[in-house]
């Protein structure tokens, strides 16, 4: 007797409008996620707040690493407003944080948390080792 255990999708759907996307629940991409927010403000407060081209770059990239590539082109051309794109991923980040919350639950979350801390911390640690080599 074989024993069947369905697979879970690791995809959550995104719609905005007839914008369609995907977020991946990889480790990495978890992450990123939980980390974009303040990756964002970072970004924009590195650059020139009179370089409008250098901020929009700094958003798309953190955008399209979180959401996948063209993520941030779709967002904007459904609403040509980079403040208006940034609200939308706010609110996309925020939607997302509930439902991995609701997925894994508070326990599983907190530990998937210190899990991906665990895992950053080894792999600084093999970065470090190999770039004495």
């Known amino acids: 007797m074989a024993i ?8 959550i759907p995104i719609e905005i409008g007839d914008v369609k996307l995907e977020f991946d ?5 978890i992450k990123r996620l939980f ?10 407060s590195e650059v020139d707040s009179n370089d409008f081209d250098a901020q929009k770059k700094a958003i798309k990239e953190i955008i399209d690493a979180t959401l996948g590539d063209g993520s941030f082109d779709k967002l904007y051309n459904l609403s040509p ?3 208006i794109v940034v609200e939308y991923f706010m ?3 925020q939607g997302l944080k509930e439902e991995i919350n609701k997925r ?4 599983n979350l907190s530990k998937a948390q210190k ?18 080599k």
Request: aromatic fraction near 4%; avoid cysteine.
């Open 35 to 44: 980390d974009s927010e303040n990756e964002i403000m970072k970004k924009i």
């Open 25 to 29: 629940m990889s480790d990495e991409n």
């Open 104 to 107: 894994l639950g508070n326990d």
């Open 4 to 11: 069947k255990i369905q697979t879970q999708t690791h995809v």
């Open 81 to 83: 407003s980079v403040f």
């Open 91 to 93: 609110q996309i980040a």
């Open 115 to 132: 899990y991906l801390e665990a895992k950053e911390k080894i792999n600084k640690q093999k970065s470090k080792q190999n770039s004495k």
